[in-house]
C-alpha cells in the first residue's frame, strides 16, 4: 500500500494521550518506520496534543483529532482543536545557554516539534487550530522499510 | 513499547537511587515528581536517577527532573543521572538539558563520584 491515512478524535484530556500517540506509532510501525523516527514522530506528536490538552480548553473540554498519513516518501501528523486561536510556532525558543537558576522550567515542547520533524506547519482555519508536521523517510539498507501491505 | 512509568527506590549506602522505567510523558511524570519531591522533603541532598530502562522523555519529563535538580541546588545539593539510552540522550542533547545534569554513562560510576561524562 502506497498511502495510508488513520485520524483519531477524543476528548482534550491528559487520559486520551496515549490512544493519540499510539495510533500514529501503531501506523508507523505497520509501514516498517525505524524506531529512531517511531520515537521521533511519537515525541513530536505527544508535544503538540499535550499543548492542545494543557491550552486549548477550559479544563475538561473539547476534542483534539489527530490524523496522521503515511506515504512513500514521508510521515505526515496534523494536530487540530477548536480552542482559543493559538499560533505554537511563534513561540520563541527558550534560551538553552543558562544554568540551572536561570534556566524556566517549560517551554521545551515546541523546541522539540521543531528540532525532531523536518517540516512544521501551523494555520488557522474554519475556526480550527491545525497543526502539521512531516518526517521525511529514510532510505537505504539500513531503513528496514517494505511496502508488502 | 510501554505506555506507563515504573517507579523504584533502592538504597546505596546513604544515596538514594531513584529507577525510572518506561515512559516520562505529561500522564505519568507526576509519579516521578512525587517521589522525588519526598526524598528533597524527606531530607536527602544527593540523589541518583538511574534512567537504563527509560524508554523514552517528553518535556513534561525533563521539567520534572529540572524542578528537581533546582531544588536540590538551592539547598546545597545535587542529582546525577545515570544510564542514558541513545534515544533519551538525544532529546537531552536538543534540549540543552546535557549542560545542566551531571550524565554518568554507568550507575555505578554514578554512585562512584566521578567525574560526569
Known sequence: MSRETRRITVPATLEHLATLTVTVTDLLREHGIPEKNVFEVDLAVDEACTNVIRY???????????????????????????????????????????????????????????SLMDRVTYEYREGKNILCMAKVRERGANAGESDHL | ???????????????????????????????????????????????????????????????????????????????????LRPEIQKVFDIAGFNRLFAIYPTLEEALGGGQAG
Open chain 1, 56 to 114: 486549548a480548553y477550559g479544563a475538561g473540554q473539547g476534542e483534539v483529532t489527530v490524523e496522521c498519513t503515511v506515504t512513500p516518501d514521508e510521515v505526515e501528523v496534523c494536530i487540530s482543536d477548536h480552542g482559543h486561536r493559538f499560533d505554537p510556532l511563534a513561540v520563541e525558543t527558550p534560551d538553552l545557554t543558562g544554568g540551572v537558576e536561570d534556566r524556566p522550567i517549560g517551554g521545551l515542547g515546541v523546541h522539540l516539534i521543531r
Open chain 2, 1 to 83: 513499547m510501554s505506555t506507563n512509568l515504573q517507579v523504584a527506590e533502592q538504597r546505596r549506602g546513604d544515596t538514594p537511587v531513584l529507577s525510572l522505567k518506561g515512559r516520562m510523558d505529561a500522564t505519568t511524570s507526576p509519579d516521578a515528581e512525587v517521589q522525588l519531591t519526598r526524598l528533597i522533603e524527606g531530607g536527602d541532598r544527593h540523589i541518583v536517577v538511574d534512567l537504563s530502562e527509560l524508554e523514552y522523555i517528553s518535556s513534561a519529563g525533563l521539567r520534572v527532573l529540572l524542578a528537581g535538580l533546582k531544588r536540590l541546588k538551592q539547598c546545597g545539593g545535587a542529582m546525577k543521572l545515570a544510564a
